[in-house]
């Protein structure tokens, strides 16, 4: 089994899927004019507007589910793997990755939201959706769904859990086993509640933990204020073989650091777009922004935080590819969580490991509550209106939520590999369906940029660019005026809602 899965993630996670992300981040931001700096006041703009309705919910809520998926236990385990295997100059390369990647963000959650479906009273959407309606090839959709059924329901679940129970033993020494359980516990109560009750639960939870988090990090970046230049410097010589010790590890310093940037913030996977396509919006390109800024926030933000907490304390180790020690300022550490832990440590002594132990906490089973609401969209995809639906939807949240109790109890390394590979597969059908639907991506957010030239708030009609299978855009329409059966009143299925609500 170690050898298929040493083998499997060697050819999915190879050079050609880092070049391929990063020629479509690259790509994106050429073709659109670089909207993740020229939209950015859209990006926060388009979070604070509208609310929920019984069909959807309110693009902070879309965004807090994203959000919370793409930061993880990826924002502290792999950014000490990423170090470990890349050297501090991987950390300039999750920031490269961020920069492109929200573009690709912006392409996939736009995509999302153009061709999402009205299922069982909720809005549904996602790669599986936009690959059948935009591409035509419901093959290619089905196997899509499949591979994150799989991955989110068995495979992803594994080093969020484990990561979860390792931290709780090492900080508390809570029993594995007894913290699976209880994630698990916490989890069906969530899920079972609705896809509403699990976006109120992740727009509380998700900018407190976040916030937290990075405040904590600012605090040791002040008390070492006069370390931060040299680690600085630092990480832009190790980015580019400029620093002797890792002149000759150039090739991992840029795979690592774009391989955890990729694992942490999903760009290019489009999970985060099936969490945007729930979202109640007046244009999809107004909720494809908004998930650009949360590949912001997971990346430069938390992941950086993590990153500049090692560095700064110095409590990492690097290995070279061939498994040689370069640099061991802790010896005989692993990479994990325990770098973090000692770098906090270091500065607030007695903190690290309890701190730690709930940011990983909150981080994963956010994480965890994303992958529910992922398996459901893909499900909902599998069997539409199909009576047995709501069935094979409790089924996989009860599969994932077996998956968290048994892989609290895997080795981590079992656990990125598992990962990896769910993670892997179904990245590789998706960034096939952006590479053919590019033309209309940027059709999509030519329409956006053409009504904010006019002043207008902008209202999507999928005609005006030529399609014509998008049928959930009539009622937006019809809501705003701009359609048939346009009305001045507030849409009678929304809690709340008003004619110009998003």
């Given at each position: 089994?170690?050898?298929?899965?040493?083998?499997?993630?060697?050819?999915?996670?190879?050079?050609y899927?880092?070049?391929?992300?990063?020629?479509?981040g690259?790509?994106?931001?050429?073709l659109l004019?670089?909207?993740?700096?020229?939209?950015?006041?859209?990006?926060?703009?388009?979070?604070?507007?509208?609310?929920d309705?019984?069909?959807?919910l309110s693009?902070?809520?879309?965004?807090?589910?994203?959000?919370?998926?793409?930061?993880?236990?990826?924002?502290?385990?792999?950014?000490?793997?990423a170090?470990?295997?890349g050297?501090p100059?991987?950390?300039?390369?999750?920031?490269?990755?961020?920069?492109?990647?929200?573009?690709?963000?912006?392409?996939?959650?736009?995509l999302?939201?153009v061709?999402?479906?009205?299922?069982n009273?909720e809005?549904?959407g996602g790669?599986a959706?936009?690959?059948?309606?935009?591409?035509?090839?419901?093959?290619l959709?089905v196997?899509?769904?499949?591979g994150?059924?799989?991955?989110t329901?068995?495979?992803?679940?594994?080093?969020?859990?484990?990561?979860?129970?390792?931290s709780n033993?090492?900080?508390?020494?809570?029993?594995?086993?007894?913290?699976?359980?209880?994630?698990?516990?916490l989890f069906?109560l969530?899920?079972?509640?609705?896809?509403?009750?699990?976006?109120?639960?992740?727009e509380?939870?998700?900018?407190?933990m976040?916030?937290?988090?990075?405040?904590?990090?600012?605090?040791?970046?002040?008390?070492?204020?006069?370390?931060?230049?040299?680690?600085?410097?630092?990480?832009f010589?190790?980015?580019?073989?400029?620093?002797?010790?890792?002149g000759g590890?150039?090739?991992?310093?840029?795979?690592?650091?774009?391989?955890?940037?990729?694992?942490?913030s999903?760009?290019g996977?489009?999970?985060?777009a099936?969490?945007?396509?729930?979202a109640?919006?007046?244009?999809?390109?107004?909720?494809?922004l908004?998930?650009?800024?949360?590949?912001?926030?997971?990346?430069?933000?938390v992941?950086?935080?993590?990153?500049?907490?090692?560095?700064?304390?110095?409590s990492?180790?690097?290995?070279?590819?061939?498994?040689k020690m370069i640099?061991?300022?802790?010896?005989?550490?692993?990479?994990?969580?325990?770098?973090?832990q000692?770098?906090?440590d270091?500065v607030?002594?007695?903190?690290g490991?309890?701190?730690?132990?709930?940011?990983?906490?909150?981080?994963?089973?956010?994480?965890?509550l994303?992958?529910?609401?992922?398996?459901e969209t893909?499900?909902?995809?599998?069997?539409k209106?199909?009576?047995w639906?709501p069935?094979?939807?409790?089924?996989?949240?009860?599969?994932?939520?077996?998956?968290?109790?048994?892989?609290?109890?895997?080795s981590?390394?079992?656990?990125?590999?598992?990962a990896?590979?769910g993670?892997?597969?179904?990245?590789w059908?998706?960034?096939?369906?952006?590479v053919?639907?590019?033309?209309?991506?940027?059709?999509?957010?030519?329409?956006?940029?053409?009504?904010?030239?006019?002043?207008?708030?902008?209202?999507?009609?999928?005609r005006d660019?030529?399609?014509?299978?998008?049928p959930?855009w009539?009622?937006?329409?019809?809501?705003?005026?701009?359609?048939?059966?346009?009305?001045?009143?507030?849409?009678?299925?929304?809690?709340?809602?008003?004619?110009?609500?998003?």
């Amino acid at each position: 089994m170690e050898s298929f899965l040493t083998t499997a993630n060697e050819w999915l996670w190879s050079q050609y899927m880092i070049f391929l992300i990063l020629a479509l981040g690259a790509g994106f931001s050429l073709l659109l004019l670089f909207p993740q700096l020229r939209r950015l006041p859209d990006m926060i703009t388009a979070l604070k507007e509208g609310g929920d309705s019984k069909r959807g919910l309110s693009p902070f809520q879309s965004f807090a589910i994203a959000l919370g998926g793409r930061v993880g236990v990826g924002n502290i385990v792999g950014v000490a793997t990423a170090i470990h295997f890349g050297g501090p100059g991987a950390v300039f390369w999750m920031w490269v990755t961020a920069f492109l990647g929200a573009t690709v963000a912006i392409a996939e959650s736009s995509l999302a939201q153009v061709w999402k479906r009205e299922v069982n009273g909720e809005y549904r959407g996602g790669p599986a959706y936009y690959i059948e309606q935009g591409l035509g090839w419901k093959w290619l959709a089905v196997l899509y769904a499949i591979g994150t059924i799989f991955a989110t329901t068995i495979t992803g679940p594994s080093i969020q859990s484990f990561s979860i129970s390792d931290s709780n033993l090492a900080a508390f020494h809570v029993p594995m086993w007894v913290s699976g359980a209880v994630v698990a516990a916490l989890f069906c109560l969530v899920t079972f509640g609705g896809m509403h009750r699990l976006g109120r639960v992740t727009e509380m939870v998700v900018p407190f933990m976040a916030g937290a988090y990075i405040l904590v990090g600012l605090a040791m970046m002040v008390l070492r204020a006069g370390d931060v230049p040299d680690m600085f410097g630092l990480i832009f010589r190790s980015a580019f073989g400029g620093e002797a010790m890792f002149g000759g590890m150039l090739g991992a310093v840029i795979m690592w650091g774009v391989k955890r940037a990729i694992y942490s913030s999903e760009v290019g996977t489009g999970s985060a777009a099936q969490a945007s396509a729930a979202a109640e919006v007046s244009h999809p390109v107004k909720q494809g922004l908004a998930q650009g800024f949360s590949a912001y926030v997971d990346t430069l933000f938390v992941c950086t935080i993590t990153a500049l907490m090692i560095l700064l304390t110095k409590s990492y180790n690097v290995a070279d590819p061939d498994g040689k020690m370069i640099v061991e300022y802790m010896p005989g550490e692993n990479p994990g969580a325990n770098y973090t832990q000692a770098a906090i440590d270091s500065v607030f002594p007695g903190f690290g490991p309890a701190f730690v132990a709930v940011a990983m906490f909150f981080f994963a089973f956010t994480t965890l509550l994303s992958f529910g609401f992922y398996a459901e969209t893909n499900v909902a995809y599998l069997l539409k209106e199909h009576r047995w639906q709501p069935v094979a939807i409790a089924v996989a949240r009860a599969l994932l939520a077996v998956s968290i109790v048994l892989g609290s109890l895997r080795s981590s390394e079992t656990a990125w590999a598992w990962a990896d590979l769910g993670l892997g597969f179904y990245t590789w059908v998706n960034l096939i369906a952006l590479v053919m639907l590019s033309p209309v991506v940027l059709k999509v957010f030519r329409d956006y940029d053409r009504q904010r030239k006019e002043g207008v708030d902008p209202v999507f009609n999928p005609r005006d660019i030529g399609i014509d299978n998008a049928p959930v855009w009539d009622d937006v329409l019809a809501r705003h005026g701009r359609g048939p059966g346009a009305t001045a009143g507030a849409d009678a299925g929304s809690a709340g809602a008003t004619p110009d609500r998003a």
